[in-house]
């Protein structure tokens, strides 16, 4: 029987505390892909918001309905939280795309119906002893420049208009004045991977949203990623602000789509120490918000990356660094778990999936080149023409790739992966949705057993 602590979790010093006063090194996983879609996980193509808006065009709004919303139920049920829970994971954060809060055509309307999918995965996390991080993921105007903060395009507009910010402000509002007391709720990621390019904004919004929720709920932890995907913590001052976690992301370079030769421990160590360093110097808990390799089934490469995965666990480990790992679930890249090869979404998806894959429409696990007939050409003439050319975030190299994969090769395709829905009854819908219950899907027992261990 799960005891319920008497209070919220909270932060002393170095250390989380839960509500009984006992000192917690938190370790858990990101439930990515669920409230806020991301195309690499469910194999669609392009950004969330086109491919929901796609596949309703194609089999109208009602049975596009049935199936997000039969997945959403499925996707993480009672039988995730039980399959955690039982794996000494206490920790989830779940990130969320604004659009289940409120609508872009009634702004600073707050979507009742929106919560339901949020208070039930804490009602789970509280059921099994599970605490919850609750990441708004995307915000309107999106945060950074990529297609996990829901971005049509390359532009952070978050940043330049007010009329965004203020909106955030409210979601926020309506959040703290939703979950204030509850002990099973972590605490508030204001935004996933803030991208301020000028790095002079990105300061002053978040003591305003601190600010706002503070005035609602004065317990909470709140968890601030740093600047620039999450790696940069200078707009701090040396003074941290009360009962906040600074947040890193932990991605090691050797271990993503792109891959190269891993330079050992050292370097894993050398890039925590160096993200970490603001939590450090100022004695607050470590939290690892997200980390962890993309798998390729290419033994090869795969037993070079859980060696990526054993160090960075040990890493850890060294600094009492809690962490959550991305990601639970998916098709196979990456996750935890993974809808079954044999399941009917993985049937009628993997074709798919797998030209999407030869096309490199997907940044994330892709190696950026795609056709290099095409791609290799447009990179060279732009590095020869403007060669002083070092865009914000990632250079050219992401720049060039971003627009010519991840756009306008990836937005065409969002209408095939649509058209794939087309001439399915509603059983068919919900069997689809249903290839991503824990039931139907498969446990990747070497991952499992590291994060276990970790």
């Known amino acids: 029987m799960v005891q319920t602590p008497p209070r919220p979790l909270a932060t002393r010093g170095t250390a989380f505390v839960d509500g009984f006063g006992q000192e917690r090194r938190l370790r858990g996983v990101c439930i990515g892909g669920w409230l806020n879609m991301e195309n690499f996980i469910t194999g669609y193509s392009a950004n969330e918001s086109l491919m929901r808006a796609k596949v309703t065009a194609a089999i109208g709004q009602d049975r596009a309905d049935r199936f997000f919303d039969r997945f959403l139920e499925v996707f993480y049920a009672d039988a995730d939280a039980e399959f955690l829970a039982d794996n000494g994971f ?267 894959e030869r096309l490199g429409v997907d940044q994330w696990g892709s190696d950026g080149w795609g056709p290099r007939a095409v791609t290799m050409p447009v990179q060279e003439l732009v590095d020869s023409e403007a060669p002083h050319f070092d865009p914000y975030p990632w250079g050219r190299f992401d720049w060039v790739r971003t627009m010519l994969l991840n756009l306008t090769l990836a937005q065409p395709l969002a209408d095939e992966y649509a058209q794939l829905f087309c001439g399915l009854d509603d059983s068919e819908l919900d069997a689809l949705a249903d290839s991503f219950a824990f039931e139907n899907c498969q446990v990747r027992e070497t991952l499992r057993r590291q994060l276990v261990e970790g």
């Open 90 to 356: 206490d920790l989830v954060r779940i990130p969320i795309n604004y659009h289940h809060l409120e609508r872009d055509d009634r702004p600073f309307e707050i979507v009742e119906a929106g919560f339901r999918h949020l208070d039930r995965a804490i009602e789970l996390g509280a059921k099994y002893g599970i605490y919850s991080i609750i990441d708004l993921h995307a915000l309107p105007g999106s945060q950074n420049q990529h297609w996990h903060s829901d971005n049509a395009t390359h532009i952070a507009s978050f940043w330049q208009h007010r009329h965004f910010q203020e909106r955030v402000l409210n979601i926020w509002r309506a959040i703290a004045d939703r979950y204030k007391g509850n002990p099973w709720v972590a605490g508030y990621n204001l935004m996933n991977e803030p991208a301020d390019e000028t790095g002079s904004r990105v300061g002053p919004v978040y003591r305003e949203l601190f600010d706002a929720v503070r005035a609602v709920d004065p317990d909470h932890i709140i968890f601030l990623d740093g600047n620039t995907y999450s790696t940069d913590f200078s707009m701090f001052d040396d003074q941290p602000w009360p009962n906040v976690v600074y947040s890193l992301h932990d991605y090691v370079e050797a271990s993503l789509g792109r891959g190269g030769p891993y330079a050992g421990k050292t370097s894993a160590s050398d890039k925590f120490l160096k993200r970490s360093e603001y939590a450090r110097r100022t004695g607050t808990p470590i939290l690892v918000g997200e980390f962890a390799p993309i798998y390729t089934n290419d033994e090869s490469v795969d037993v070079v990356r859980r060696q990526i995965l054993a160090d960075q666990l040990d890493i850890y480990r060294d600094h009492d660094a809690s962490w959550t790992s991305w990601m639970y679930k998916d098709l196979g890249r990456q996750g935890l778990v993974n809808a079954a090869p044999k399941s009917p979404y993985r049937q009628r998806f993997d074709g798919f999936v797998a030209k999407k």
